[in-house]
């Protein structure tokens, strides 16, 4: 298995600009979500899925989009990138939603917006 | 309100010896889960430990310990026999019920000498 894997793994955008992080899982995982990483902050929840065709709103979703037409992909998109979105993201996965259950992570993308 | 405390930034831990990183956390749900992450310089996160908050026992993985202090809301990681190869970003987090949602903590940057 690949696990969970993400592209691009860098990324230099200028404000303004749109774009896709991808996300896809091998693991037949039901669960899907995104988060961002920021220096001093951990991790924060950005969108998550509990399925193909559910997808549902975290803790900072605004100027994010997701959906999940299968099982195994999950991108978000960037509708009109801003330097407040420079950061890392990482996708993540699990099998349920049990609350014992841990959540994979992919290897995370760095992204800059000029 | 900041759901989970790491108050040790950084932290200095000789090769071999065991070192303790701190984690508070807040929550009124009786039902919760509390887990720690490791992340390396290559960035990946790396699942070590989880405790939920019905388990009788501590949680024990291989060199990793969690003592879990309930009554005082704290989860402290204990690395035993420290290696060169623990030298890491560690984060907790907690779940809370049946909210899919990782609330992280700042993280604590350990380095390990030889």
């Known amino acids: 298995n690949a696990g969970v894997t993400q592209t691009p793994k860098f990324q230099v955008l200028k404000t303004g600009q749109s774009m896709t992080l991808q996300c896809a899982q091998d693991m037949n995982h039901e669960y899907m979500s995104w988060y961002r990483q920021d220096p001093g902050m951990g991790l924060r929840l950005i969108h998550y899925?509990?399925?193909?065709?559910?997808?549902d709103q975290g803790e900072v979703p605004n100027g994010y989009n997701v959906s999940r037409s299968t099982t195994e992909d999950f991108p978000l998109r960037l509708l009109s990138a801003a330097p407040s979105q420079t950061s890392v993201y990482f996708c993540a996965s699990s099998y349920s939603g049990r609350l014992q259950e841990t959540q994979y992570f992919g290897p995370g993308t760095r992204l800059l917006v000029l | 309100a900041q759901k989970i405390t790491q108050t040790q930034p950084g932290m200095f831990v000789q090769e071999k010896e065991a070192v303790t990183l701190d984690c508070t956390y807040d929550t009124s749900d009786p039902s919760y889960g509390l887990f720690w992450y490791k992340q390396p310089s290559s960035g990946e996160m790396i699942f070590l430990i989880y405790q939920g908050s019905y388990d009788q026992q501590n949680a024990t993985e291989g060199r990793y310990s969690l003592n879990f202090q309930k009554a005082r809301k704290s989860a402290n990681l204990v690395i035993s026999a420290s290696q060169l190869g623990d030298s890491a970003m560690y984060f907790c987090?907690?779940?809370?019920?049946?909210?899919?949602?990782?609330?992280f903590g700042a993280g604590t940057t350990v380095t390990v000498r030889a």
């Open positions: 899925s509990v399925g193909a065709g559910i997808t």
């Open positions: 987090a907690m779940r809370e019920g049946g909210n899919y949602k990782l609330s």
